[in-house]
T-cell receptor, first 109, second 114 residues
């Protein structure tokens, strides 16, 4: 069955430290993967998608099909990165996204 | 252009009552999805509508229902409310022709059941 796993419910790092939010997926075909972010009191919004291969707000994520992972990384965390992060998977046979449970990221000053 | 609009933003109900939440998608978007968000369960998919037809449904009891109108606006209804229905209900829209994965979310309707 298709599944997205975010093993950490909470991740706390100091400002300036590297950040890695883990996402693993289970899918038999060719997945399309996304990271969504929800800042405090703001709407849930798309952060980045793997097909774009771009860096948004200093974050990058590489799809590793061998490890079935799509970890979100940032070399130097900023306080404004504190938010809830969701990893999601899309597949063509269904029009809904499959969501991970989310990771709350706290950046300590 | 205007974003996804959800009404009401906050509401309080008591057990056994029913509630209707409304969602107006971005102009031109024909797909509307509904999610329940709670601290313990994260984002749970309720259902998705496209051109007035329900295309997908999550694993929620029949007390949860929805519909979509010809102008793409959508409503969801929860009948016989239970304490566990207290949550933030999010609506998201997308053009809907294919699953691009980019959903545009509203601010949500926060339901408290007493």
């Amino acid at each position: 069955a298709q599944r997205v796993t975010q093993p950490e419910k909470l991740l706390s790092v100091f400002k300036g430290a590297p950040v890695e939010l883990k996402c693993n997926y289970s899918y038999s075909g060719s997945p399309e993967l996304f990271w969504y972010v929800q800042y405090s009191r703001q709407r849930l919004q798309l952060l980045l998608r793997h097909i774009s291969r771009e860096s948004i707000k200093g974050f990058t994520a590489d799809l590793n099909k061998g490890e079935t992972s799509f970890h979100l990384k940032k070399p130097f965390a900023q306080e404004e990165d504190s938010a809830m992060y969701y990893c999601a998977l899309s597949h063509d046979s269904n029009y809904q996204l499959i969501w991970g449970a989310g990771t709350k990221l706290i950046i300590k000053p | 252009k205007a974003g996804v609009t959800q009404t009401p933003r906050y509401l309080i109900k008591t057990r056994g009552q029913q509630v209707t939440l409304s969602c107006s998608p971005i102009s031109g978007h024909r797909s509307v999805s509904w999610y329940q968000q709670t601290p313990g369960q994260g984002l749970q998919f309720l259902f998705e509508y496209f051109s007035e037809t329900q295309r997908n449904k999550g694993n929620f009891p029949g007390r949860f229902s929805g519909r979509q109108f010809s102008n793409s606006r959508s409503e969801m209804n929860v009948s016989t409310l239970e304490l566990g229905d207290s949550a933030l209900y999010l609506c998201a829209s997308t053009r809907g022709g294919s699953n691009t994965g980019e959903l545009f979310f509203g601010e949500g309707s926060r339901l408290t059941v007493l």
